[in-house]
């Protein structure tokens, strides 16, 4: 990159011929300009004058049969420098099996805006790539380097090119590359950091509904493990993915008295309790504790005392109390004095005493 963030020349027009005809084309991704030999690949793209200057895309016509006409063709190359950038983005895209994933398209394209971001930063191209390397440079920071690339502003000076590379760039550009590599170095240390544990969604709940707020209503559990790059993007989208939004009645959850209806989640594991027995309430929250006390031999059996978090919620609330923590650890408020002894094979197995 041999300009500076201060500096921005302006475009050039393109030399002509005795006729008036374009004698180079203009590299689409650094702008300099490349004379037309024979062999030189080249991509010729129709612009249509608009209101606003011009597009890719013909203006609409009340005529449906009116072939609108473009006002300029620009035809665009690359110089041997970006030419030879692509090339080695493409056996990067290729050697990584990326083109297979996402069509050779696509995969080549956005590996060489990611190289293209790269350069700008004045950071080596990468030989070597981890697989969170590659889809790190494959996210926001290749979008990035797609932006800066000449072609994608070309349409403001057709027929003209840069008197040097990447003589484009502002410090407007200089400034969002270096916050997309910044993003991009903190979705490398996520993806390799362990589990977040996201506590439910923050709600306010029904009128005259008990709040249980910070745990599972069933288990208590105050946090449920997700991936680390999940929680850095979307927190909130992390947590709606997770909880499930629950409202019952705390009799439902064990208390013994009517107290008005809870409000609050419930984990992943509780979660799937309910939906095996198709319903809330207690045989969901016994077949929750005992299989996560591998205990499933026990889930058909009469129990009683056992009652969700969201219960004791509901218990503090009719006191005037301050509800109780969440809990570390699933049911976590619950004892296991007085259970019977495990039957090693049906505890093992799985299998409902008859």
């Known amino acids: 990159m ?22 180079s084309a203009i590299c689409q991704t650094c ?14 793209v129709e612009f249509f004058r608009t209101g606003r200057g011009y597009s890719q895309e013909p203006p609409r016509s009340a005529n449906p049969a009116r072939v609108a006409r473009a006002s300029y063709t620009q035809t665009y190359t690359r110089c041997v420098v970006c030419a030879g950038r692509r090339a080695h983005a493409e056996h990067l895209a ?21 190289l293209v971001a790269l350069l ?17 440079l494959f996210g926001p920071f290749a979008r990035a380097g797609l932006n800066i690339m000449w072609r994608t502003r070309a349409d403001r000076a057709l027929g003209h090119s840069l008197p040097e590379p990447w003589a ?20 490398r240390t996520a993806a390799g950091a362990p589990p977040v544990l996201v506590p439910p969604p923050a709600r306010t709940g029904p009128r005259g509904a008990v709040v249980a707020a910070g745990g599972c209503l069933m288990c208590g559990v105050g946090g449920v493990p997700v991936p680390a790059l999940r929680v850095r993007h979307d927190p909130d989208g992390a947590a709606e993915d997770v909880w499930t939004e629950q409202g019952w009645k705390a009799t439902m959850l064990g208390a013994r ?48 005392g056992i009652h969700g978090w969201g219960a004791m919620v509901a218990v503090a609330a009719s006191r005037g109390e301050a509800p109780p923590a969440p809990n570390p650890e699933p049911w976590a408020h619950l004892s296991t004095d007085g259970l019977p002894d495990p039957n090693p094979v049906q505890a093992m197995q799985g299998v409902r005493p008859r």
């Not at 990584?96 to 990611?114: D, N, T």
């Open 257 to 304: 008295r009517p107290l008005g209806s809870v409000y609050g989640h419930t984990c992943p594991a509780c979660t799937s309790a309910i939906a095996e027995v198709n319903a809330p309430g207690k045989e969901a929250i016994d077949r929750a504790w005992f299989t996560h006390l591998n205990r499933r031999d026990l889930i058909d059996r009469e129990t009683t």
């Open 31 to 44: 702008g300099v300009a490349v004379p037309i030999t024979r062999g030189l690949p080249l991509e010729r």
């Open 120 to 136: 700008a930063l004045r950071l080596p191209a990468p030989t070597d790539l981890t697989k969170s390397e590659l889809r790190a």
């Open 2 to 23: 041999t300009t500076t963030e201060t500096e921005t020349p302006q475009p050039i027009p393109l030399p002509v011929d005795k006729d008036g005809n374009e004698t």
């Open 168 to 187: 484009h760039l502002t410090p407007e550009d200089h400034q969002n590359l270096r916050n997309a590599y910044g993003a991009m170095l903190a979705d």
């Open 94 to 114: 290729d050697t990584y099996r990326v083109s297979r994933q996402l069509g050779p398209v696509v995969a080549h394209a956005r590996m060489e805006a990611a």
